[in-house]
């Protein structure tokens, strides 16, 4: 119960801080033998911060909930 109540906590303080992230896939539009095109394309993943003081306050009950029965 600890182990996830802090994995919880920590996660949460991070997604508050960090709104986001931008994934880069690469895909492969020409090749022509030794002739090789390649097309980079960013894929942004964005959450609202509200989710991770969501996520950080479940963390923290679960972490008080876990030292109580302990």
């Known amino acids: 119960m600890k182990t996830i109540g802090i994995i919880l906590l ?3 303080i991070l997604m508050t801080i960090f709104t986001g992230v ?5 895909e492969e539009v ?6 090789e095109i390649n097309k980079k394309e960013n894929n942004p ?3 609202s911060p ?3 003081g969501v996520l ?6 679960v972490l008080v909930a876990g030292k109580k029965k302990g």
């Open 56 to 61: 950080a306050v479940i963390g923290a009950i």
């Open 50 to 52: 509200i989710t991770g």
């Open 30 to 35: 020409v090749d022509l033998g030794v002739v």
């Open 10 to 12: 920590v996660g949460g």
């Open 45 to 47: 993943i964005y959450w």
């Open 22 to 26: 931008n994934l880069v896939t690469k």
